[in-house]
């Protein structure tokens, strides 16, 4: 069982600059590949990035490459998002999620087990 606490959402620029972190509860941290999806109001939850459960491996949405940076730190039992350069069409409710099928790299939120509350993040023109 896993619990995921999501928080560094907030009002930004375009241009502008984020940090979400997503603090995890539980021992068995670093058993799950770490992903961020993202719902905007009106539309479907969209996969945002992953990491693999050993850091060692990322994997990003086309629209946020070169932007957004996805990290881990497993001694913490937290994972982060870095969103540099943001624009208008990032706005949406940040969540992070956890799949306990380890190494598979998934896109798909249906292949999460836990899911945190959400984190708005506005950015504004």
């Known amino acids: 069982q896993v619990q995921l606490v999501e928080s560094g959402g907030g009002l930004v620029q375009a241009g502008g600059s984020l940090r979400l972190s997503c603090a995890a509860s539980?021992?068995?941290?670093?058993?799950?590949?770490m992903a961020w999806f993202r719902q905007a109001p009106g539309k479907e939850r969209e996969f945002v990035a992953v990491?693999?459960?050993?850091?060692?491996?990322?994997y990003y949405v086309d629209s946020v490459k070169g932007r957004f940076t996805i990290s881990r730190d497993n001694a913490k039992n937290t994972v982060y998002l870095q969103m540099n350069s943001l624009k208008p069409e990032d706005t949406a409710v940040y969540y992070c999620?956890?799949?306990?099928?380890?190494?598979?790299?998934?896109?798909?939120?249906?292949?999460?087990?836990?899911w945190g509350q959400g984190t708005q993040v506005t950015v504004s023109s």
């Open positions: 999620a956890a799949d306990s099928d380890r190494g598979r790299m998934r896109t798909l939120a249906e292949y999460y087990d836990y």
């Open positions: 539980g021992r068995t941290f670093r058993s799950y590949d």
């Open positions: 990491i693999s459960w050993g850091g060692g491996s990322t």
